[in-house]
């Protein structure tokens, strides 16, 4: 099947020859006739990876009227990061449609910048829930002459507690306006809000796991020893050295610690996480995207719209809860007809977790064989160190404790030997933690205090270094 067969137009096929875009995926093949030819709502299953965005996008671009200056489409997307993507993907596929204008709205940018935009008025707009609401607040988007709305990624809006927000934006479209709502998984709330959102005149379309697992990608798997799961990591790691790719993990206080634990380890990472400012998100993204971050450490929300050409690899630090989550994740690498590795691991008497993934999705993990150095008793190399934090300011030493393990990601039981001064507290951390301690406390600061670590070579009992 081609896609000047499935009803598409001249000016829509130039921009996918254009892009090197020349077989249409299942999802495709389903979506883009249903939507050309049919008046009814749609609710498409279909993960990460699959071309859903050019599924509904293509045909509704076709169906848009650019001699009408109103905003004719709504696309609802959960993050920044993936209404960038959608809005990118709409402009490249619209290249040749003359007059026909885009714009993304979320939230974390000024809203004075975005209605200064919207005072030429957009043919489409893709929007977080909570922006789109206050810009229609502001009259600065007039849903009026909305003739098509998209819900993208439901699944992942709901799970961010959107729903609330996605009920007022529909309450705030006319009945005649046109519905599709997209989404990775069908959970129970996901058929709730189709019913609510969808009404009964709805087709579904639904792309099962095993007929879109990326055949480009080798899945494989590291089985380790227990307790030494970041060992074996960053063995992988330092054994690639000049890969790039995307750690997952499943919530976001591991994702953070996983990134302490990285921290001074000779590959360059960050992470990415629902509860960061929309500034830090912004600041992660373009070092990953320019190549200054080497491994980003992710949560599946917070990775949702990211699109990244020529990862390597997605390793699963934690085991993906379905199969639908795993085709999710490994499908950021191995793009654009790309080779790719997505790796799992698991502790080696736990290998059975693995059969549940190799059954549904038809696909085999491959071991990885890694030497990887463990020296028990290097926990018993120590070193002394001293921090600027002492009595003067009313710091304890549970306070500084608990800074130090909440900003280092060191575990409490390693830091021992606290001694507690006017002006500064030592303490005693393994010589393996050495890096992780001095990477992750650079340029930290205390109460807006700036934070100092000293090696300790040798202290008089008694004696206040900064005195």
Do not use: W
Request: glycine share 4%; with cysteine; proline share 3%.
């Amino acid at each position: 099947m081609s896609f000047s067969k499935l009803g598409l137009n001249d000016y829509l096929l130039k921009s996918l020859e254009e892009n090197n875009i020349t077989q249409p995926s299942e999802i495709q093949e389903k979506v883009i006739p249903f939507i050309l030819n049919k008046k009814n709502n749609l609710l498409a299953i279909s993960q990460t990876g699959t071309g859903k965005t050019a599924a509904f996008g293509l045909p509704l671009l076709q169906q848009l009227e650019p001699q009408l200056q109103q905003t004719q489409l709504l696309v609802l997307v959960p993050t920044r990061e993936l209404g960038q993507q959608v809005a990118k993907d709409l402009f490249k596929f619209s290249r040749y449609i003359v007059r026909l204008h885009t714009e993304a709205v979320y939230g974390g940018k000024k809203i004075e910048e975005q209605i200064e935009k919207l005072l030429k008025p957009k043919h489409i707009i893709v929007a977080t829930p909570g922006r789109l609401l206050d810009l229609v607040a502001r009259k600065a988007i007039d849903l009026n002459y909305l003739k098509f709305i998209v819900l993208d990624e439901a699944d992942v809006m709901l799970n961010m507690g959107f729903k609330p927000d996605i009920d007022r934006v529909l309450k705030l479209c006319k009945l005649h306006v046109r519905k599709f709502l997209f989404t990775s998984t069908l959970p129970n709330e996901i058929k709730n809000i189709s019913k609510q959102f969808l009404g009964e005149d709805v087709e579904e379309v639904k792309i099962q796991p095993q007929e879109f697992v990326n055949r480009n990608i080798a899945h494989q798997l590291i089985a380790y020893e227990y307790g030494y799961k970041l060992e074996y990591l960053k063995t992988y790691l330092s054994k690639h050295p000049t890969d790039r790719g995307i750690i997952f993990c499943r919530t976001q206080a591991a994702a953070k610690l996983l990134s302490q634990q990285l921290a001074g380890f000779e590959v360059k990472t960050n992470c990415l996480y629902g509860s960061l400012s929309q500034f830090e998100r912004t600041k992660v993204m373009t070092a990953f995207k320019d190549g200054r971050i080497q491994i980003l450490i992710a949560t599946d929300i917070a990775a949702r719209g990211i699109d990244v050409s020529e990862l390597n690899f997605v390793i699963h630090f934690h085991l993906p809860d379905n199969e639908a989550q795993y085709v999710n994740r490994s499908g950021r690498t191995a793009r654009a007809g790309k080779t790719g590795n997505s790796i799992i691991l698991l502790q080696q008497d736990e290998l059975f977790q693995k059969d549940d993934f190799e059954d549904a999705l038809k696909i085999k993990f491959e071991p990885i064989q890694l030497q990887v150095e463990i020296n028990k008793d290097e926990i018993l190399q120590t070193k002394k160190f001293s921090i600027n934090l002492g009595s003067k300011k009313e710091h304890t030493l549970q306070s500084i404790k608990a800074f130090l393990i909440e900003e280092t990601g060191i575990n409490e039981q390693y830091i021992t030997s606290m001694d507690l001064y006017r002006h500064d507290t030592t303490f005693v951390i393994p010589v393996k933690y050495e890096s992780q301690l001095i990477h992750n406390l650079h340029n930290t600061k205390h109460y807006h205090q700036k934070i100092i670590i000293q090696e300790m070579i040798e202290r008089n009992l008694g004696e206040d270094l900064f005195d």
